[in-house]
């Protein structure tokens, strides 16, 4: 099992950013499905954005143009930048792994998942 770890998480007013990071171990960077989904209260899980084992990525509608995912494979380290938040995007985060298959933006994929980072954004 992969052990992952969130952080960066805060409270923002709308319009401000953040910069999550999700710590795990050496040797899954290149070679798994990695992501970042979010919970909002009251809803489902949902994907934000992965990416792949070939680095492309997928994002969904509803944050494109606004976050981007990246990794430092040297710091075994996944980030995902917010920019240009808004309350709709206040959420438990969760960065995810999957080891096998096609990449997603499926939540059922992801067998490895953190804790989670509350991000919450004031209007």
């Known amino acids: 099992q992969v052990q992952l770890e969130e952080s960066g998480g805060g409270s923002v007013q709308a319009g401000e950013s953040l910069r999550l990071s999700c710590a795990g171990p050496r040797g899954i960077w290149s070679s798994y499905c990695l992501g970042w989904f979010r919970q909002p209260p009251g809803k489902e899980r949902e994907a934000v954005v992965i990416i792949a084992k070939d680095g492309s990525t997928r994002i969904a509608d509803s944050v494109k143009g606004r976050f981007t995912i990246s990794k430092d494979n040297a710091k075994n380290t996944l980030y995902l930048q917010m920019n240009f938040l808004k309350p709709e995007d206040t959420a438990m985060y969760y960065c995810?792994?999957?080891?096998?298959?096609?990449?997603?933006?499926?939540?059922?994929?992801?067998?490895?998942w953190g804790q989670g980072t509350q991000v919450t954004v004031s209007s």
């Open positions: 995810a792994a999957a080891g096998g298959g096609a990449c997603s933006l499926n939540v059922w994929q992801y067998d490895d």
